[in-house]
């Protein structure tokens, strides 16, 4: 079953969505209504496979969810449920990364890359897109069809699919030709979504939870973003709420790089494109040292060998004082004194700390003031062979000579 045309920008990738929605590779709507596994794309026209992505659908409280992926990217197999991930049957944090794969949170999105020219980003709820490389055009299989370029009516789809249309189509149409969709025009098909939005009506159930087209209009609104599109705010309060975390507020084109107390700046140079979800309002960066939302940058914290200090929180050293300030310290250095030592005739230490072996046979310069023109003391050192090999020397007599002509020497014995 085809519900419409497949737009040019957009026609590497297959997304899943809501009521049983789905976008084949080449811009094929349609929707399969069920709660089994199913494999969403193979790799399937060569003789090792490089991916395998499968879907299992689940349906929670008259709202379907998708509750398990497994994705087999060359050698690696993740398995993604809601709050979980694991890695080649380990459980894992993110980010992660191997050779092959590169897993990241962004902002409601999970995202993995894989190096094979994959990339899917799923919402940890009804919302999961997969993009391909060219490369692998023709040689798809599952329900995100073949890639190859050409919609065809039957792809895939059995007959027992068909949903007859029962919503308003002007109704659906006025939704998508909204002005806040005005970037959107030219870039995904509206007709397609007209058609999917009467579907939705379709099944539209007044004691369902939340409004049925809100999945459907996520999804366009998503679609116009990988298109390069801009959405504007299209939920409200009454509209599609989506609720967000305390000190958090949502985004339909959010900076998927989030700003945080230890990176304050890493949305300067984020090379994502922006992305929907659950944002720091502006002048705020997520506290990653408590984890606990957002905060002023001026508020966040620092951590100091595994102790947190508050903003504004100081430590005194034996060298410096330092202020907790924007989650960075900021140092003063104070006098304070430092040695430099000869050991055993050849070891020496500086006053940095750094040591090494010197075999003299001279008087040396230990250390003198060189900042100015009349140099306030000068220490110097007599190193002389002591034994019967070129490696043994000793300190024989130090001698400190001041600026008054003051002139102190010790000798040995
Ligand atoms: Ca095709």
Redesign the pocket.
């Known amino acids: 079953m085809i519900l419409g045309v497949s737009s040019q920008h957009n026609e590497q990738v297959c997304s899943v969505w809501g009521n049983y929605h789905y976008k084949?590779?080449?811009g094929?709507y349609f929707q399969l209504p069920a709660s089994c596994n199913y494999i969403l794309t193979s790799h399937c026209s060569a003789s090792y496979e490089d991916f395998n992505i499968q879907l299992r659908h689940q349906v929670v409280d008259n709202e379907p969810t998708i509750s398990k992926i497994t994705m087999k990217l060359q050698g690696t197999v993740i398995e993604l449920t809601k709050g979980s991930l694991s890695v080649n049957g380990q459980i894992v944090t993110l980010p992660f990364s191997s050779s092959e794969v590169f897993i990241e949170k962004m902002a409601s999105y999970i995202s993995v890359k894989a190096v094979l020219g994959l990339v899917a980003m799923w919402n940890e709820d009804d919302s999961f897109m997969v993009k391909l490389d060219d490369k692998y055009k023709n040689q798809t299989c599952g329900l995100c069809?073949?890639?190859?370029?050409?919609?065809?009516y039957n792809?895939f789809i059995s007959n027992g699919t068909f949903y007859k249309n029962c919503g308003d189509e002007n109704f659906c149409r006025d939704i998508f030709s909204s002005s806040v969709f005005s970037d959107c025009r030219g870039r995904v098909s509206i007709d397609s979504f007209v058609q999917v939005c009467m579907k939705d009506l379709c099944h539209c159930n007044s004691t369902s939870g939340s409004f049925c087209l809100c999945k459907s209009i996520a999804e366009y609104s998503r679609q116009c973003v990988h298109a390069g599109g801009k959405p504007e705010e299209w939920r409200s309060e009454y509209f599609c709420p989506h609720p967000c975390p305390e000190s958090m507020i949502h985004q339909e084109c959010g900076n998927p790089c989030t700003d945080t107390c230890t990176n304050p700046e890493i949305g300067q140079v984020c090379e994502h494109h922006c992305i929907d979800g659950c944002f720091c309002p502006p002048g705020t960066v997520f506290d990653d040292i408590h984890n606990t939302g957002c905060i002023p940058h001026s508020e966040c914290s620092c951590v100091l060998g595994g102790k947190i200090f508050a903003s504004g929180e100081s430590y005194t050293s034996s060298c410096r004082d330092c202020t907790c300030e924007q989650g960075q310290w900021n140092c003063i250095q104070k006098d304070c004194p430092h040695s430099c030592s000869v050991e055993g005739g050849s070891h020496i230490t500086t006053y940095d700390g750094k040591a090494y072996t010197f075999h003299g046979d001279c008087t040396y310069v230990l250390s003198k003031v060189c900042t100015s023109l009349c140099t306030e003391f000068t220490v110097q050192g007599d190193l002389v062979k002591c034994g019967v090999t070129e490696t043994e020397t000793c300190l024989k007599s130090v001698t400190l000579a001041l600026l008054d002509g003051t002139n102190v020497s010790a000798k040995k014995d």
């Not at 069809?145 to 065809?152: A, L, P």
């Open positions: 084949t590779f080449d094929n069809g073949d890639f190859n370029g050409i919609e065809v792809e």
